[in-house]
């Protein structure tokens, strides 16, 4: 009973000091203008995108046709082969 104790009395211990600690404020950026010298798009037809710095093109977000039926192959008895 005296361990239940002990570890009710950290528990609440360590949520009292998580309570009564004072946040971190963390310093934003201002927002004023759009140039914040980010990744450009190397084309001047492409938008900006506000990369962060050191990439310059936006991350491929390829996604196959998943509709697309898939071609099939078969053998016939005499070795030929025969898509569909």
Known sequence: MLISLLYTFAVLTILAYFIVMPRRKYNRPSSEGSDDDGGEPIGLDLPDL???PGISLPVSDFEPDYNKPTPRIFVRED??????
């Open 50 to 52: 506000d990369l962060p």
């Open 79 to 84: 070795g030929v082969l025969v898509y569909s």
